[in-house]
């Protein structure tokens, strides 16, 4: 059972948005910041998304992050077939350890 | 460019210990977090702790206390996770992760190392 809470599964097709929701805690995405991070089979984890909205060099900006109150989102747009990945949320809890989400297969039909 | 390089694939009987090594380069290794997470076969991501390679001070998660053990040698920019009283359910890949230290996420990931508990 994860701490932050995200749908399993999504999907839509070709150049169509999605967006994933990770749902918390004031003790943990009410007071901290998000991360967001994709992880292409067979793959480490890439981070996607730092401090709720940033995107690190390198990162599309298909892909944007947003935060409100203790819930965050990821949205993709222009989707691509290239983009059929696990995408978890992550953040700081106030028990000092970090939490992410259960993580969400996204599909692109 | 910033890389983090692990030992490779073990194999362990219950009850036995595993340690793990990452190398990093291309970044100056003492001024970053290093975490380490896992990923058992087919599930989500689990935070093991982190080490301070500066101070080689440590935050573990509570449900490792007791089992887990992270160390650095910065003579040779090197963390390690140890585990100790393996199970079975400790099957899964292991992850060291670069952590900035003004912020709370994770930019950066090893390739994984697999550990493989069976009898």
């Known amino acids: 059972q994860s701490v932050l809470t995200q749908p399993p599964s999504v999907s839509a097709a070709p150049g169509q948005k999605v967006t994933i929701s990770c749902s918390g805690s004031?003790?943990?995405?009410?007071?901290?910041?998000v991360s967001w991070y994709q992880q292409l089979p067979g793959t480490a984890p890439k981070l996607l998304i730092y401090e709720n909205n940033k995107r690190p060099s390198g990162i599309p900006d298909r892909f944007s992050g947003s935060k409100s109150g203790t819930s965050a989102t990821l949205g993709i747009t222009g989707l691509q077939t290239g983009d059929e990945a696990d995408y978890y949320c992550?953040?700081?809890?106030?028990?000092?350890?970090?939490?992410f989400g259960g993580g969400t297969k996204l599909t692109v039909l | 460019q910033v890389q983090l390089v692990q030992s490779g694939a073990e194999v362990k009987k219950p009850g036995a210990s595993v340690k793990v090594s990452c190398k990093a380069s291309?970044?100056?290794?003492?001024?970053?977090?290093m975490h380490w997470v896992r990923q058992a076969p087919g599930q989500g991501l689990e935070w093991m702790g982190r080490?301070?390679?500066?101070?080689?001070?440590?935050n573990y998660a509570q449900k490792f206390q007791g089992r887990v053990t992270m160390t650095r040698d910065t003579s040779i920019s090197t963390a390690y996770m140890e585990l100790s009283r393996l199970r079975s359910d400790d099957t899964a890949v292991y992850y060291c992760?670069?952590?900035?230290?003004?912020?709370?996420?994770?930019?950066?990931w090893g390739q994984g190392t697999l550990v493989t508990v069976s009898s």
């Open positions: 080490i301070n390679p500066n101070s080689g001070g440590t």
């Open positions: 992760a670069r952590g900035p230290p003004t912020t709370v996420t994770i930019d950066y």
């Open positions: 291309g970044y100056t290794f003492t001024g970053y977090y």
């Open positions: 992550g953040t700081w809890d106030s028990s000092l350890e970090k939490v």
């Open positions: 004031s003790s943990n995405i009410g007071n901290n910041y």
